[in-house]
Each structure stands twice: as structure tokens, then as C-alpha cells.
């Protein structure tokens, strides 16, 4: 009886302590939710991009974006730049698994694997033959499509002490079933995001 009391009592002893040294640490290496938002896609392509991480381990976390153009034709006026055609997606999905490197807790450089489901307009170059194989025509049709990709991502992830951060990162991916869709996607990111 004396030996479960004292290890009873050594147990609680260290569960006091761990608690007290938790209280220490700063939010960033406590709290395990991550929200974000990506303002670059808002002001330069008129799309909301917001995601949601959870810290798993030390150096793995589990993530979702959602991504929403609002408009279909963004490139009215004769910009410079096509943004219209940088992204042809629409509506996206992305699940994404980040590993980081080091043994800061979910910050600093990391490589990603992701899945996204997106939807949008693609321009696909068709060339038409009559029935006896002789050209007709050919030019770009706006054709719709949804597809999955797979890719990879590199970043960093730059935390404050009191948990807002910088997440900058460049991915690439393919798109796997359909051939209306564009064969080669990427994933530019810049989002600014809370964690609690």
C-alpha cells in the first residue's frame, strides 16, 4: 500500500510540473489550430482562399483550403498580365500534409503532399478535320471541367510569439482524370493566418 501511495504521489508530482513548465511556453508551441487566409489572391484575382491547419505532432500538420474565384472573367481590361489564366480554377478543395524540419514546434521550412478537387474553364487547343482527314480549322475552345490533382509544395512558416504567422510556400501538382482539364497545376502561397 505504501509503494502505490509514494509512486501515486510521484506521478502527480511530475504531472504538477509539466503543467507548470506548459505555462511557460509561449501560445505558438501550445495551441494546436492554425486559421489562415491568403491576401494576395483577394486584392491581384478577386478569389477567396482561406484554410484551416492542425498541429498533429512536433513536426507534421493536417490541412484544408478552400478556394473561390468570384469572378469568371477577371481579365477584362488589357492588363499586362492574363489573370484570368493563371488560375482556370473555379472552386478547389485542398487536403494537404505538411512535414517540417527542425525541432521547432510546426514552424520553420517544410515539404508538403497534397490533394486538390477543383473545378473551372480551361482553354484547350482543338484542331477540326473533315471526314476525309483534310484540315478545317482549328483555335481554343472554353471548355469546363473537374478534376483531382496530386502534387508537392515547399514553404516556410514564420511564427510570432503570440501566434500569428507568415506561410510562404510554392507547390506543383497533376491533375489525373481529366483531359479537359489543365495537365499541370500550381500553388503559389502567401497566407497570413492566426493559431490558437
Do not use: C, W
Amino acid at each position: 500500500m505504501k509503494q502505490t501511495l509514494i509512486a501515486i504521489i510521484i506521478l502527480f508530482s511530475f504531472q504538477i510540473s509539466l503543467a507548470q513548465d506548459q505555462s511557460n511556453l509561449p501560445p505558438r508551441d501550445i495551441n494546436k489550430n492554425e486559421i489562415s487566409l491568403s491576401p494576395i489572391n483577394i486584392i491581384a484575382f478577386g478569389a477567396l482562399d482561406i484554410g484551416y491547419e492542425r498541429i498533429l505532432t512536433n513536426n507534421t500538420t493536417l490541412g484544408f483550403d478552400v478556394f473561390y474565384r468570384f469572378s469568371d472573367n477577371v481579365d477584362n481590361d488589357d492588363d499586362v498580365i492574363d489573370r484570368d489564366g493563371i488560375f482556370d480554377k473555379e472552386l478547389a478543395v485542398t487536403a494537404r500534409y505538411k512535414y517540417f524540419f527542425g525541432n521547432r514546434i510546426a514552424r520553420g521550412f517544410y515539404v508538403e503532399a497534397f490533394g486538390m478537387l477543383s473545378s473551372g474553364d480551361h482553354d484547350n487547343y482543338v484542331v477540326v478535320y473533315d471526314d476525309l482527314g483534310n484540315f478545317v480549322s482549328s483555335g481554343d475552345i472554353v471548355e469546363e471541367y473537374t478534376d483531382f490533382a496530386l502534387g508537392f509544395a515547399v514553404g516556410g512558416k514564420f511564427v510570432t510569439r503570440n501566434g500569428f504567422f507568415l506561410d510562404i510556400g510554392f507547390g506543383i501538382g497533376r491533375n489525373l482524370f481529366n483531359d479537359k482539364s489543365p495537365e499541370i497545376i500550381v500553388r503559389p502561397n502567401l497566407y497570413l493566418g492566426y493559431r490558437f
